[in-house]
Structure formats: structure tokens, C-alpha cells
């Protein structure tokens, strides 16, 4: 048996349930968002509000872009839909380019997607499968192949992206699967014949648990990424079992965790994997714990945004408070060239999640959800074009409360 509620349908479940009306506070300060509305210069458009049907619905992956400006990414399910892999033109056109029948193709894609210079989609769903337990997946010219089903040990429900290698291996992490004896997740390898390697198993103690972000892979083949759970045991406020890790695991499969977290101050349940600078610092986000105040007490804090040192000493560059500045965010960063970070949050603002940018200390929201027409509820992390745009989906709001595609000009 499982022994947690997997995280991301967890938080993507609390829009059904009524975001606004469980963050009251949020909504007392909308009228002061919108207040302040006028005075950004940045330019928010929907480039496609999601239906259902036939176009799919509330997408909860990181979108990829190519270079005549085509954004691609997944949409999970509703209703009948078992998932879907969609294309959106510059123009704003979107095209269905996968339909997932939730059979032995897969269903439920969660995570984004990866292309290689041939235009061949790369990506995993969190179900389906010869055993229901997901699959890993490539797109070539509409043609789906199942590249890896899993059934168990080699893991269970993938919901994190892909990351490849110069010569084509795959690399990834299952949120649940492994040992039997804990069923706490994997990180996998596939080969470029599309033979599947655990190169570890998470045993639930200080090593973690529930890996649910992307994977960072260095030169020397070195990956890093977070666990949700796991670490220091009985951590934080209400004393939760274990707040999640930062690790490192290298070529041979050793695992190092380079950072426990407490579940106070410092941040608590990564569900987004790092990204890192020339220096060999990373960066990245934690769910829950920061602020503990009464603001934030509902998931136990609203997380933060942190930099961890190559030498594993972490320093918090900014703590949510469920203001205007957002609440929870769930998706990896991006950093520019300044060191300038940018990021989603699922809550916050007026309720519905904000767009943020960090500048050393100081955050700003660049964009605060309203939950209509424009979205709500972004689980996915930003996508940065050389010109400085930001891209993005939402699970919730649109036309139709099924999520959209937008575009954020600086």
C-alpha cells in the first residue's frame, strides 16, 4: 500500500475543493492586488484556454520551446481523457499531437516534455502502462513507442520530466516504487536500446522519499534532485516524518544527501527539482514549512525559495507569506543571466497563485491570478525565452476552468 497521498494530485485537488475559500486572508488583500495592477508594465496574454474537449485539460508540466517559437507540453485528464500531448504554434494554434488511452501507451501525463534535434518528443505518464504504473515514452511524427512500462520495483508513477545525456540516456525519478519493503520512489536510467536501470532505491529514512522533481545532470554524469519526504525524522512544527532532501547521486550509484531539511525556518517538502550556477550553487523551492505563522498554517508554512551551497549550507533568499507574493510553490525555477530567479506558486495572491521574480532578497509578483479567464492554480515551472518572455500553464481557470497556456512580456 501506498503510504502517502501523492503530492501533486493532492495540491492539484484543492482548486476543486475551493482554493479561494480556504485561503481567506488571500482574499481580503485582492482588492490591494488589484490595486496595484495598473502599475506593472508587464503584459499578460492567454495564448490557449483549455477545454476538455477535444484540446485536454489541466496541464501540471513545464511546457518546452522550440526555435520557430512552438511551445509543447502535456495536459493530465479529465472526464474520459486519459492525457494528451499538444502543440501550440506563435501564432497561438494549438494541435493534438498524442492522445493517451490510458491502456499499454500510457495515461495521465504529469510531467513536461524534452525534444531532441530530430523533433522527437520525449516523456512519462503516471499511470497506464503493462501494469498501471506508468510509462516512459517517445513521440515521433504522431507515432507513440513505449519505451519502459514499470511494475514495481523498477518503480512506480513517474512524475517528473526527463533529463538526457550526450549519448541519449535517459534519466528519471518515480515518486513511489523500489524496495517493497517502503515503496519510496527510484531514480532510473534508459539506455539508448531502452533497457531500464535503478541506479537507486529510496529505503525511507535519512536518504528520503517521494522524489517528485526533475533530475540535474552535470558534466561528469553526476545527478542531483530533491525528495519530498524523509531525512530528519520527526521534523518540523506538528513533528512530520522526515521534510524532505537535496541529494546527490553519483555515476556508480553511491547516494549523498547534501541537505536535510527541518521544517521551520529553512523550508520543508521540495516537490521541484534545482537548477545551478557557474559556481556550482543550486537553487530551487520547498512546499511547506518558512512561515509558520497563522497566514500560512493550512500546509503547515508556505514555503521558500533557497540557495544551497556546493558544500551543502543553505541560505533562504526569500520566505512566502500568502500575501500578494504568493504561497506553495510546487515548479522548478529559472535564473537569467543577472542571477535574477523566476518562478510559479500555487497559492497566494489573490487565492489563485502569482508569477515571481527574486532580485538577491527582494521578490516581486509579476503576475497575480485572478482564477477567471486568465487562470489559476500554476503548477508548472516558467519557461524564459532569449528576449526575456515568460511562458507558462495553469491547471485551473480559463474559458473554461480546464487551465491555459500564457505568455508573460517583461
Given amino acids: 500500500m501506498k503510504t502517502t497521498?501523492?503530492?501533486?494530485?493532492?495540491?492539484?485537488?484543492?482548486?476543486?475543493?475551493?482554493?479561494?475559500?480556504?485561503?481567506?486572508?488571500?482574499?481580503?488583500?485582492?482588492?490591494?492586488?488589484?490595486?496595484?495592477r495598473p502599475m506593472q508594465a508587464q503584459i499578460y496574454d492567454v495564448l490557449h484556454s483549455f477545454t476538455g474537449t477535444p484540446d485536454g485539460c489541466k496541464p501540471q508540466g513545464d511546457l518546452w520551446r522550440d526555435g520557430a517559437g512552438n511551445l509543447y507540453g502535456t495536459t493530465a485528464n479529465c472526464g474520459s481523457s486519459n492525457g494528451a500531448v499538444f502543440k501550440i504554434s506563435a501564432a497561438g494554434h494549438e494541435t493534438i499531437l498524442y492522445r493517451f488511452t490510458g491502456k499499454t501507451d500510457g495515461g495521465f501525463p504529469e510531467a513536461g516534455l524534452i525534444r531532441d534535434k530530430a523533433?522527437?518528443?520525449?516523456?512519462?505518464?503516471?499511470?497506464?502502462?503493462?501494469?498501471?504504473?506508468?510509462?516512459?515514452?517517445?513521440?515521433s511524427k504522431g507515432k507513440e513507442t513505449v519505451l519502459h512500462s514499470f511494475s514495481g520495483s523498477d518503480g512506480v508513477h513517474p512524475t517528473a520530466s526527463l533529463?538526457?545525456?550526450?549519448a541519449g540516456n535517459f534519466y528519471g525519478t518515480t515518486f513511489y516504487g523500489g524496495t517493497a519493503s517502503c515503496s519510496c520512489g527510484t531514480v532510473f536510467k534508459i539506455d539508448t536500446a531502452g533497457v531500464e536501470t535503478v541506479l537507486y532505491s529510496f529505503t525511507g529514512g535519512t536518504d528520503g522519499k517521494f522524489p517528485a522533481g526533475r533530475l540535474l545532470l552535470d558534466s561528469v554524469g553526476n545527478?542531483?534532485?530533491?525528495a519530498s519526504e524523509g531525512g530528519i525524522i520527526k521534523c518540523g512544527?506538528?513533528?512530520?516524518?522526515?521534510?524532505?532532501?537535496?541529494?546527490?547521486?553519483?555515476?556508480?550509484?553511491?547516494?549523498?544527501?547534501?541537505?536535510?531539511?527541518?521544517?521551520?525556518?529553512?523550508?520543508g517538502q521540495p516537490l521541484a527539482g534545482l537548477i545551478r550556477d557557474s559556481a556550482g550553487n543550486f537553487y530551487g523551492?520547498?512546499?511547506?514549512?518558512g512561515n509558520l505563522s497563522r497566514n500560512c498554517a493550512l500546509n503547515n508554512g508556505c514555503g521558500v525559495v533557497f540557495k544551497l551551497s556546493k558544500t551543502g549550507q543553505e541560505m533562504v533568499l526569500y520566505t512566502f507569506t500568502n500575501g500578494t507574493d504568493g504561497a506553495n510553490p510546487t515548479a522548478d525555477l529559472v535564473r537569467d543571466s543577472g542571477g535574477n530567479?523566476?518562478?510559479?506558486?500555487?497559492?497566494?495572491?489573490a487565492g489563485y497563485g502569482v508569477v515571481f521574480e527574486i532580485q538577491g532578497a527582494s521578490e516581486s509578483s509579476l503576475y497575480v491570478f485572478q482564477g477567471t479567464n486568465d487562470g489559476a492554480g500554476p503548477l508548472a515551472g516558467l519557461l524564459r525565452d532569449s528576449?526575456?518572455?515568460?511562458?507558462?500553464?495553469t491547471s485551473f481557470g480559463g474559458s473554461a476552468t480546464e487551465g491555459v497556456v500564457f505568455k508573460l512580456t517583461p
Fill in 341 to 349: 530567479l523566476y518562478g510559479t506558486t500555487k497559492l497566494g495572491g
Fill in 237 to 267: 512544527r506538528f513533528g512530520m516524518y522526515g521534510c524532505g532532501v537535496v541529494f546527490k547521486l553519483d555515476s556508480a550509484g553511491h547516494q549523498t544527501v547534501l541537505y536535510s531539511f527541518n521544517g521551520l525556518g529553512d523550508g
Fill in 119 to 139: 523533433g522527437n518528443l520525449y516523456g512519462t505518464t503516471y499511470s497506464g502502462g503493462a501494469s498501471g504504473d506508468g510509462v516512459v515514452f517517445e513521440l
Fill in 223 to 226: 545527478l542531483y534532485g530533491t
Fill in 163 to 166: 533529463v538526457r545525456d550526450a
Fill in 285 to 289: 523551492t520547498t512546499f511547506s514549512a
Fill in 5 to 36: 497521498d501523492h503530492f501533486r494530485r493532492w495540491i492539484s485537488g484543492m482548486n476543486e475543493q475551493g482554493v479561494g475559500s480556504i485561503f481567506t486572508l488571500a482574499l481580503l488583500l485582492t482588492s490591494i492586488v488589484l490595486a496595484n
Fill in 387 to 393: 528576449s526575456g518572455n515568460l511562458y507558462g500553464t
